[in-house]
């Protein structure tokens, strides 16, 4: 089993403690053996359920939407995307340079491609940039990608 990971960035330490509790919980629902986390592993949501698998003895594929993508993230975040890229059983790439929306989006177009079950960190909101999550989301429920929204009732970005 694939599961596809996308999510808002930039959440609270409150709203990260109960999206990783959702997450964990869904997680639970898997034989670890047969998983596979697909991820652009970004900071927050697309890394934490990325570690989550990997800490079960699942596998990780990492999609890279751009060659400057690790460069747009987060300083703080790199030690962790480094460690997960290290960690990943299979590396795909669109052939993009430029982490721009356009290959945020390229590459979770891939990352749909390879999932059986999209997990949506998502607050149901519109996308705050082309390539975001609802963008995302919208496109997995297009191409008939099963959709799992996990996002704490009350909880705000």
């Not at 599961?3 to 409150?14: A, E, H, K, S, Y």
């Not at 596998?59 to 703080?76: D, F, G, H, K, N």
Request: proline letters at 6%; aromatic letters at 8%.
């Amino acid at each position: 089993m694939r599961v596809g990971i996308t999510g808002n960035r930039g959440l609270g330490p409150d709203v990260e403690q109960r999206v990783r509790a959702m997450l964990d919980e869904a997680l639970d629902g898997f034989d670890a053996a047969d998983l596979t986390a697909v991820s652009c592993i970004a900071d927050g949501p697309d890394s934490w359920p990325a570690q989550a698998v990997l800490a079960r003895g699942g596998q990780l594929e990492v999609v890279i939407p751009a060659t400057e993508y690790r460069a747009s993230l987060p300083e703080w975040h790199h030690p962790v995307y480094d460690q997960l890229y290290a960690g990943a059983a299979d590396v795909h790439e669109t052939g993009m340079t430029e982490s721009t929306s356009q290959a945020h989006q390229a590459g979770s177009e891939i990352l749909v491609g390879l999932a059986d079950v999209l997990f949506g960190v998502w607050d149901g909101k519109p996308a705050w940039g082309y390539g975001g999550t609802a963008d995302v989301v919208a496109y997995a429920e297009r191409n008939g990608v099963p959709v799992r929204i996990l996002w704490p009732a009350g909880a705000s970005r």
